[in-house]
Nanobody, 124 residues
């Protein structure tokens, strides 16, 4: 079993920045690809960014490309999401996810472990 815990969410003005962290614990040796997803009120969960084990593959959603940067530190069992130039439409609960495969998939179904989420609110 893998436990994931997000941190770093909060309230920020449009144009500002936030940095999210995801700490993994438990059977971390089984983790390969990791990802961030988000869910806004009244909307379905959507893909934000993913990262392969080595960090060589980092697909992004078109809506965040050029503004968000995903990274990881395998030695510390940590994953990060640096969010710049935030927009009100980025407001959502952000979830960390981990997969046993190294596909860096955009599909939520490929990820077997999920955190509880951290709220990000961007005011206009």
């Amino acid at each position: 079993q893998v436990q994931l815990e997000e941190s770093g969410g909060g309230l920020v003005q449009a144009g500002g920045s936030l940095s999210l962290s995801c700490a993994a614990s438990g059977r971390t040796f089984s983790i390969r690809a990791m990802a961030w997803f988000r869910q806004a009120p009244g909307k379905e969960r959507e893909f934000v960014a993913a990262i392969s084990w080595s960090g060589s593959l980092t697909p992004y959603a078109d809506s965040v490309k050029g503004r968000f940067t995903i990274s990881r530190d395998n030695a510390k069992n940590m994953m990060y999401l640096q969010m710049n130039s935030l927009k009100p439409e980025d407001t959502a609960i952000y979830y960390c996810a981990a997969a046993r495969s190294n596909t860096a998939s955009l599909a939520a179904s490929m990820y077997s472990d999920w955190g509880q989420g951290t709220q990000v609110t961007v005011s206009s």
